[in-house]
């Protein structure tokens, strides 16, 4: 049912872009130096180190370049270098008809989880959530180059340490997720999955814990919970608190707030805004597997 | 099974319109969406207050009674009152016994909430709301109660009352605090302030609904959802980045709820966040408009209400006019404006014009 890009090879072309917030252009050196020794070529969008006030250019610029990535034959993946906000600013205005026939990978996460629920939903399209250009500085640990086997066509296959909230279960079904506020954010609008039977992933950065509980409770009132057949947690990086306490950890709030369902859950799983960000196959089958001694989530091209 | 779900529906529908025959003037509105206007208060009635989210202190409490007590009325306080559970006053289940308590009390006729904060959307789907739909009363905050506002104009259409709280009350008796006695006394609504640059010129009348953004925007594709069309909705944020005021905004826009306004009222941004934001220099007006500026309707920026000084009462749920021209906004109750009367800018009960810069709390 999922369409699936086709997989990249040696001598592919992969464009960058910034759909979303500014990003200095030296920032993607390491980048794209790393995407040449994969055996890539790349084309660095003019939306990279474009900026208009807080982002990458205007909404026209964003859009234009992303659609020039989108529309071009040559490129076979699009990596987002960064997110930040910006991409539901001109999601609506994209043409999405060359794409369709010509479909390819789409690569971010944060901001860019308005992509990957977007693809998801309305074109029904698989994306990769990785790393993007920022975490190519660091050279090619195996998070970079996860992303690396998650674009050529590997089988990716996690496992973890266990966690004492998760809850045991095996289950399979697509993996959707993201940033937990972007979810929030695209909730009652088009673009956002009704998630039934869907393996979630969610991780966030420098949020309030409050706000945690109550992006989790806006989700869960709009039925995306309870129908869920597996739940996985990442990084809730920076966390903020409000003066008075809320006296629980976000995890502790995430748990409480899955307490009446019953689908598996795993706990601190390498999806985040920390260096611990495994690239995952959004939209793609995946089995999803909690056990007392150890989780793991396995994901056939 | 189909027709069986439909006369169920169509029964309490029925009860409605008997119950309320006025409501028929609403000519824009469909007539399932109104409930029956809870009665305004006399002096000897009683006021509940309750905390569902944040807490207040004892000496908060009496702040408001003695205040409440100089209008007439009597109090009546919930055992929420300087509890403490984490950041909340009490356990859901305490804050939700709590309010459920005085919203079956026939005698209290209005409950003014303690603080928002955050916490009433995790104790609000534990309330049996059978009895408040048969004998409404005014439910009275702002900020994080905006849920509350939502929840019940939504599901019941029945009135609530936007304003500052109990914890808010002081000892000395503010064009807040008037303008909230107004509102609960059955003293129809008319309000005017300046206008401001980005403003878009139009006269519209609709049911004013809304509260606060963060708030609204968390019930979406709930069944606490708010129905925009033909509504005035009001909006008001605190301690915010402007970036995610963006995208709050571009969420309500995606889904549809500023394509089929009546109007737009914008109240208090204030204390907006900035670090890590340099970049961001758009102003807030600039944000907002941008949201709404492929539609016609009016938009009026800058009405005293939210967390700042002022924070002026307005009734949700009820039918407004609102005008925005070149020289003044204007906010009123279909039946408490003279057009013919040469009137003043502010409260209309109050002398000092309101034109001072909002003052966050």
Known sequence: MIQVPPYLRKGDTIGLVCPAGFMAKEKTDACVEILGKWGFKVIIGKSVGSQYHYFSGTDEERLADLQEMLDNPEIKAILCARGGYGTSRIIDDINWKAFRKNPKWIIGYSDITVLHCHLFQKLGMASVHAPMAGAFADGEDEFVLSLKKAITGNELSYTIENHAFNRTGEVSGPLIGGNLSLLAHLTGTPSMPSLKGAILFVEDVGEYLYNIDRMLLQLDRAGKLKNLAGMIIGGFTDCKDTITPIGKTAYELIADRISGYSFPAAFNFPVSHDKFNVALRVGLNHTFKVEHTQVTLKGKP | ?361
């Open chain 2, 1 to 361: 099974m189909l027709r069986r779900n439909f006369l169920q529906r169509l029964g309490p529908l029925g009860a409605t319109l008997a119950a309320a025959p006025g409501l028929v003037a609403f000519t824009n509105e469909p007539a399932a969406k109104r409930g029956p206007n809870p009665p305004y208060l006399k002096p000897g009635d009683y006021v509940g207050i309750t905390c569902p989210a944040g807490t207040i202190d004892q000496k908060e409490a009496r702040y408001a009674e003695v205040m409440l007590g100089r209008w007439g009325f009597k109090t009546k306080l919930g055992n929420t009152i300087g509890k403490n559970w984490n950041q909340f006053a009490g356990t859901d289940e305490e804050r939700a016994a709590d309010f459920q308590r005085l919203l079956d009390d026939p005698m209290v006729k209005a409950i003014i909430f303690g603080r928002g904060g955050y916490g009433t959307m995790r104790m609000m789907d534990m309330v049996n709301w059978e009895g408040f739909k048969k004998s409404p009363k005014w439910l009275v905050g702002y900020s994080d109660i905006t849920a509350f506002h939502c929840h019940v104009n939504r599901n019941f259409g029945i009135p609530t009352i936007h304003a500052r709280m109990a914890g808010g009350f002081g000892t000395i008796e503010d064009e807040s605090e008037i303008s909230l006695r107004d509102a609960l006394s059955g003293k129809p609504e008319v309000y005017r302030w300046r206008p401001l640059p980005l403003n878009r010129q139009g006269h519209c009348e609709g049911i004013l609904v809304g509260g606060n953004l963060s708030l609204i925007y968390a019930m979406q594709a709930s069944s606490s959802e708010l129905d925009t069309t033909n509504k005035i909705l009001f909006i008001e944020d605190v301690s915010e980045y402007k970036y995610t005021v963006d995208r709050m905004l571009m969420n309500l826009k995606r889904s549809g709820k500023l394509s089929k306004l009546a109007g737009l009222i914008v109240g208090g941004f204030t204390a907006t966040k900035a670090e890590g934001e340099g970049y961001f220099t758009i102003s807030m007006e600039e944000i907002i408009f941008e949201k709404v500026k492929e539609y016609g309707y009016p938009v009026a920026f800058g009405f005293p209400a939210g967390h700042q000084r002022p924070n002026l009462a307005l009734k949700f749920g009820m039918q407004f006019q609102l005008n925005v021209s070149n020289d003044i906004c204007v906010i009123a109750e279909p039946n408490g404006l003279n057009p013919m009367l040469p009137i003043p800018f502010g409260h209309d009960s109050i002398t000092a014009p309101i034109d001072s810069l909002p003052i966050p709390l």
